[in-house]
């Protein structure tokens, strides 16, 4: 199994500044993935922050706006750059070590005013 | 595009009883499906997977069906307690990369006493 946390567990921020979320995994894994889940939304995949190289972003996010670090095989960090009321979401950290074990953070609740 | 959907938002029961809950998707044929449980301020936390070429899978209290021709899963809790009150959500690989995922927005799911 795998512990993840997350910093910080909520955060209230102006509009127009960034915010940096940091995610801690208890053991190495290679591959590590943030979602979001806007209020009422489904969980929607973000990028895979791959360590070594460029994180993978999926169809409507970009490098830009949410820069993804991946320092080690245990730590990554997401930053929400420029922020808008729209991006008031909780952002949470994953891991996978099988299809059978897949393991989330507790999550990150943002609120952008 | 991908689209999940469960079958409600809410599903209220009494305790004792089984829980069916619903979860469709079109324009798509996953590898494999898996239900996660999340609690209010808690990250999902994975439950059951079951492959395209499995009719069934079972875990305790817990039953997952698939059928890839109605592009349907029911995720079944049987003697049903309070304490499995929480929002179910389902998943479907999204290819390529394990971890990444197609979330639906989730059921929730009340046990009355």
């Known amino acids: 199994s795998a512990v993840i946390s997350q910093k910080p567990s909520r955060d209230i921020c102006q509009r127009g500044t960034s915010l940096t979320i940091q995610c801690q995994v208890d053991?190495?894994?290679?591959?590590m993935f943030w979602y979001r889940q806007q209020p009422g939304q489904s969980l929607t995949l973000i990028a895979t922050?791959?360590?070594?190289?460029?994180?993978?972003?999926e169809s409507g996010f970009v490098i830009d706006k949410f820069p993804i670090s991946r320092p080690n095989l245990t730590f990554s960090t997401l930053t929400v750059s420029n922020m808008s009321p729209e991006d008031s979401s909780i952002y949470l950290c994953?891991?996978?070590?099988?299809?059978?074990?897949?393991?989330f953070g507790p999550g990150t609740r943002l609120t952008v005013l | 595009s991908q689209k999940i959907e469960q079958n409600s938002e809410a599903l209220n029961i009494q305790e004792g009883k089984t829980a069916t809950l619903t979860c469709n998707y079109t324009?798509?044929?996953?590898?494999?499906l898996q239900w996660y449980r999340q609690d209010p301020g808690r990250g999902p936390v994975f439950l059951l997977l079951i492959r395209e070429n499995e009719k069934e899978k079972r875990k305790e209290r817990l039953k997952v069906t698939f059928d890839t021709t109605l592009k349907q899963s029911l995720f079944h809790i049987t003697a049903s307690q309070p304490a499995d009150s929480a929002t179910y959500l389902c998943a479907l690989d999204r290819g390529s990369t394990l971890g990444r995922l197609y979330f639906g927005r989730g059921t929730q799911l009340t046990v009355w006493p």
């Open positions: 922050a791959n360590q070594g190289s460029e994180a993978t972003y």
């Open positions: 324009n798509y044929s996953p590898a494999y």
């Open positions: 994953s891991v996978a070590t099988s299809i059978n074990e897949q393991f």
């Open positions: 053991s190495q894994v290679t591959m």
